[in-house]
């Protein structure tokens, strides 16, 4: 018997319904519309709610302890559901994917037995035939962490459904950096880079779906290896400008880069490709050299700003976005301050900020200095203010000025369209409904600290 004939039998004549939730990166979002497509052909139709789903994934992150007990939490209302449905004389298989799913897979079945299949990050390929082992199971719930020898890329369908105007497309996958505070090495396992063909021709499906923009994912993107069409291994670079050569694809970003792997093909792309948005988040963590090697992160403070030196001489428009951590163990008020020196010299137009948070089994989680939680915060706010001060002036900056903006989506308000800027500041003007799809030069007139406001400078490309 197929999946999907097991699966009719337990519910003749009906579409059945998968509703999958994400959690974390955008990388999770990419995997996410991959199951979508991997389940489709058994029959199951997305649902926004899992009121009455038939198959709920939950598609965890487990970067932050936060955004684990989030999936706890949601589990119990799912236990609920699935009950009410089991009442009414229905079946819903409820699965855990994704990072929470490859670090605590056996906990997740122990705290939470309404899951019946628990799958790996690197394993959801192989979401239709553990759906039928479920199936088969009758029961017992269903694990499925190892990493397969086998590249998952190679095995999934082809991604042809648009995904967008906006669309992320992932070429990179793990790492081998094995930050002290990471778990990423853990949960998605060493390095993989798709080949280069294989993304471009994926990119060419989703320009062909609508997509004008791409977002080339990965844990640690500039880190890309792939095959080229040569037999050669081609870094990020390379792959980039192949991708720019696409007709219909105007703008190109990728996410998240390690300064470690900012090479000169690179840097060289960004000074050459104007598809290649002059916006690039690169994480630092810390401003003090004596946490960067605490942290593993082979760079220093110095390396850094020599990076974006580099970069900035390569395309002087370049905003900045970066990653901070405080509190990382051991880190000391001068630790500190040299990371508030760091911001207020290389100054970002955006930043991600945490407190360091121990995740169970990575190196910092059992050093001996870790630092109290009140002082975690006071840095916290006191670097947040800072930050938050300087993407205000980033994009107050932006007043009077006219940039093309990307139009993506209805605005919040009635006759409003949103969309992005070049730097991905979130932009909102006014324009008929028809233009969402458009890239038009908008006059800014208004700044916030987190978007622009503005209006249709003339007619639109
Ligand atoms: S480079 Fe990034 S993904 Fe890799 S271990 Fe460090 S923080 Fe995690």
């Keep these: 018997m197929t999946p999907s004939e097991i699966i009719s039998t337990t519910a003749p004549n009906l579409a059945k319904r998968v509703y999958i939730k994400t959690y974390g990166c955008q990388m999770n979002v990419y995997d996410s ?22 198959l709920v994934i939950l598609n965890t992150c487990h970067i932050r302890e936060k955004a684990a007990e989030k999936v706890y939490s949601e589990l119990g209302t799912i236990r609920r ?11 819903m298989i409820v699965a855990v994917a994704g990072c929470v799913a490859q670090a605590e897979g056996a906990e997740v079945m122990e705290r939470a037995p309404c899951v019946d299949l628990v799958v790996g990050p690197q394993s959801y390929h192989r979401l239709p035939e553990l759906i039928t082992r479920v199936l088969r199971a009758d029961g017992a719930g269903v694990l499925e962490t190892s990493f397969p020898a086998e590249p998952k890329f190679d095995f999934l369908p082809e991604a042809a459904a648009p995904r967008g105007i906006a669309a992320f497309l992932t070429v990179q996958e793990g790492c081998d950096k094995f930050c002290s505070f990471c778990v990423v090495p ?5 390095e993989y880079s798709r080949p280069v063909m294989q993304v471009v021709a994926e990119a060419r499906r989703f320009v062909g779906g609508g997509a004008r923009e791409i977002t080339l994912l990965g844990q640690n993107v500039n880190a890309y290896h792939g095959e080229g069409p040569d037999g050669r291994e081609w870094r990020l670079g390379e792959l980039i400008r192949q991708l720019a050569e696409l ?55 110095t390396d850094y700003r020599r990076i974006v030196e580099r970069l900035r001489s390569a395309r002087p428009d370049l905003a900045l976005s970066t990653d901070l951590i405080v509190g990382h163990p051991g880190e000391s008020d001068e630790d500190f301050r040299a990371s508030l020196d760091l911001v207020a010299d290389v100054r970002f137009a955006q930043a991600f900020s945490f407190k360091y948070s121990p995740r169970p089994g990575t190196p910092a989680a059992s050093a001996a200095c870790q ?6 915060s006071r840095r916290l ?12 002036d980033f994009n107050e900056a932006c007043i009077g000025r006219t ?6 989506k209805p605005g919040r ?15 909102h003007i006014t324009a008929p409904a028809n233009r969402i799809g458009a890239i038009v030069p908008a006059r800014i007139t208004a700044a916030t600290t987190n978007s622009l406001a503005g209006s249709l400078a003339e007619a639109a490309a």
């Excluded at 052909?41 to 649902?47: E, H, K």
């Design 381 to 392: 706010a006191e670097l947040q203010l800072l930050l938050s001060r300087q993407q205000r």
């Design 186 to 190: 853990y949960t998605r396992g060493a």
């Design 371 to 376: 630092i109290a939680d009140d002082v975690k």
């Design 33 to 54: 519309a991959r199951m979508a497509e991997l389940v489709a052909p058994l029959g199951f139709i997305a649902t926004g709610t899992p009121r009455d789903a038939d």
């Design 413 to 427: 308000h009635k006759g409003q369209l949103a969309g992005r800027s070049p730097y991905l500041q979130s932009v």
């Design 403 to 408: 940039l093309p903006v990307l139009l993506e």
């Design 247 to 301: 007709p219909g694809l105007d703008r190109i970003r990728y996410t998240t880069s390690h300064p470690r792997d900012v090479d000169d093909e690179l840097v060289a792309a960004h000074r050459d490709v104007p598809q290649l948005m002059p916006f690039l988040h690169l994480p630092v963590q810390s401003g003090s050299d004596r946490i960067l090697a605490a942290m593993n992160r082979r760079h220093t403070v």
């Design 81 to 91: 559901l699935k009950t009410a449905k089991a009442e009414r004389g229905g079946r």
